[in-house]
């Protein structure tokens, strides 16, 4: 069973940080293209940022990039997302995704991930 669990959301004003990481249990994660999706309300899913298997392809949607950095650590079975110069619309839950690839490179569809995490909430005030 695999299970990701995101942590680091919270309620910041706006330009400032955080830093939301997702921790992978019970799957090879190494295996695993990683992404980051958010959904506001009223509005679909997006794909924030994603990262292959070897953190050799990486994805920005471009509202976010210059502020937003995807990382990974293969040895602790995590991927981060440091949010830096944080706007009012970068409100949002925010869900860790992991899509099992023999590939390594990076998808985009929410359909291409196999697993999910519950979400952490993401509140940037004017």
């Known amino acids: 069973q695999v299970q990701l669990v995101e942590s680091g959301g919270g309620l910041v004003q706006a330009g400032g940080s955080l830093r939301l990481s997702c921790a992978v249990s019970?799957?090879?994660?190494?295996?695993?293209?990683m992404a980051w999706f958010r959904q506001a309300p009223g509005k679909e899913r997006e794909l924030v940022a994603a990262i292959s298997r070897s953190s050799g392809s990486i994805y920005y949607e471009d509202s976010v990039k210059g502020r937003f950095t995807i990382s990974r650590d293969n040895t602790e079975n995590t991927v981060y997302l440091q949010m830096n110069s944080l706007k009012p619309e970068d409100t949002a839950v925010y869900y860790c995704?992991?899509?099992?690839?023999?590939?390594?490179?990076?998808?985009?569809?929410?359909?291409?991930?196999?697993?999910w995490g519950q979400g952490t909430q993401v509140t940037v005030s004017s």
């Open positions: 019970g799957g090879t994660f190494r295996r695993y293209c």
């Open positions: 995704a992991a899509d099992l690839t023999a590939l390594d490179v990076v998808r985009e569809g929410y359909w291409d991930y196999d697993y």
